[in-house]
């Protein structure tokens, strides 16, 4: 067997053996990564209502110097 192929050998070897190992990984941190994610959307929903709080009665002038409020709406 000459050098050429025993090298080809072991490089062919390695990468074998990296694309098994990070495909276990993978497959193992599957489940911890979900659950995180779905932790992570429900904390940011919970974080983005709004509050609404009512005008005191009076505080806007009546009549054509009021401009309309954009609404605000959830993506």
Do not use: F
Not at 3 to 19: F, G, N, P, S
Not at 21 to 46: F, N, Y
Request: aromatic share 2%; charged share 35%.
């Amino acid at each position: 067997m000459g050098t050429d192929m025993e090298i080809a050998l072991v490089l062919l070897a390695a990468v074998l053996w990296v694309a098994v190992t990070l495909s276990i990984l993978s497959a193992i941190d599957r489940p911890e990564r979900k659950a995180r994610r779905q932790q992570k959307r429900e904390d940011r929903t919970g974080t983005r209502r709004v509050e609404y709080r009512p005008v005191a009665a009076g505080s806007h002038p009546e009549g054509h110097g009021r401009r309309p409020r954009r609404r605000l709406r959830p993506h």
